[in-house]
């Protein structure tokens, strides 16, 4: 089953209307806006990784951002009837391959990447640049979901028992207790709609298990979890701890700062390393869902390889074919509704 | 070779002068107090853990503190030559089987344990109880080192390159910068004493290594340590990231807040559960080297099996055969020393 090529909304106000929520599809065309010279060694491996994404999904069309010279170089590598399925939107002519792409300009690049989702030219942005250059250009060009001041970056880690959603992994680095509540239901209701988790414990990372452990944040923040209303049938289950994360035993979403997130994903990796390489089950993700902001926007590892670009692309067109930025926003607009009611019941 | 008992400083003050500094032994008596009550399935795996123990080193002499018939179990397994390396020292009648262990009572069982290293009854205390009691008993019954405000602990992981000493790893979730920079000094003098690290490279771990990569406490850190001395040959490399703690290339000694590395130290272990179970080179460890006070304690996780039990046990008699504590002392001195000229040369 395939569709024909849709608009994005045109502007923030008309995002998650795009589709009837609730339409699932896990094929159909999905038009991603590649951000050519985001991450650490890019165009190269941006053009290696989105190369082998085009050839992986015959309904992939990839709308490339970036120098026409790194564009040119992907489009010669494909056969013509392959190529009918890139776009190019050419930066500025300043930035060119010869030139460094420094912050500045990458910064240029996932604007231009963002505003062209916005303006309907792409469903989805991928980019393995700067993250706060990415997240800054998604609230500003894409908006905000109500209620959400800071977006979260949410990494899925395939556990011994299911996935863990893991929230957040750099976009917040100093979260207050209400922002991690915020996540916590961004988190829950990613995992109903990205992973089919029906009712998602959600856990609050920390030292301990019991009431009371941990520093200053986690003791302010456990006690405001316990209080607030998740999504759907989301519920929390109170602190958690590393182990969680890679076992999935006990939550199905762990929340936690964006400091704390980062460096345990990245450990996670390394301790896979260490063990010899990837689990059967699959590693560390080295790409994360932008939660919070309305669009579709995956941001990958600054020192993304050419098959952590593949998978960037691959779970953007997933999240958009399953509608999930508009499904996510749906839950959390219920949950709102839901939410007033509760503090009406509590203050009688 | 094996060394007659030899009796542990009397007094804080005697601390770090009980063998000659540089002396490196792997074999002699080590005589371990070992916590009865601590852990939260005490004492049944405390006993199971040290009698493995007993049995592994024919040079490990145990002084059990807690009930009385507890340690009846475990004298009762062994055969009577073991026997003669057991001592007992029972904790008052309150404290039976039959009652629960509960917090207030290991803390009576742990406190008594570093009151027998102190009065010259064992060399080392072993705990699987809580961390809080057990720094605080040491603190106050061992005595802290010049300088050293918050004791820190400190796990060795086996990484791909050499071992990676990380710390600290919960006992001070929230340390200031000159308390991270403090926990460096002592990391890298661990480093280079109970793993050999000649010249040992000290991280702070952050989410990237470019410097002003961090929260406001790495950012505020980075800058404290690139001025700081630090003990012997170590020197400061600069912000390392979460694979670094399982890979080792960047760094041998990682240094971070205890809420950050208790939860990274969990989360290891649990992707090695993930990975299928514990690599060649060795798992995450379920014990640590409590830092900073004048005698040698081993902290092991509160959820500890038998087998972490007899590893605890094991580094207290390996860091006490080395002179551990009185080399790291012995660094941090010298250290100390050489500060004082360097603060006098730049203020020229």
Redesign the interface.
Known sequence: MTHTPRRSPATPADAGRSRPVGVETESGIARIAVDLLGGDEAPAVVVDGALRAVCDDPDLHLLLVGPTRAAGALIDALDPAQRDRITVRPTHSVVEMADDPSAARAETTVRAAVAAVRAGYADAVVSAGSTGATVTAAALGLGRWPDVRRPALAAAL???SGTVVLLDV?GS??PNPATLARHAALGAAYAAVAHGVAAPRVGL????TEAGK???A?RLTDPVLSAAALPGEARYVGLV???????GTRADVVV?????G???????????????GT???GG?PRAAALLGVAGTVVVCH?AARADDIASGIALAARLWRRDATERVAALLAENRTDRTTDTEVRTS
Chains 1, 2 share one sequence.
């Open positions: 395939p556990a011994v750099g680095l100093e990372l920390s030292v301990g941990g520093d200053r986690r701890e590393g182990y969680d994360v890679c076992l936690t700062d964006g400091f704390t980062n460096v345990l994903l990245k450990a996670v990796e390394g301790a896979y390393a260490m063990a010899g689990p059967p089950g560390a600054g």
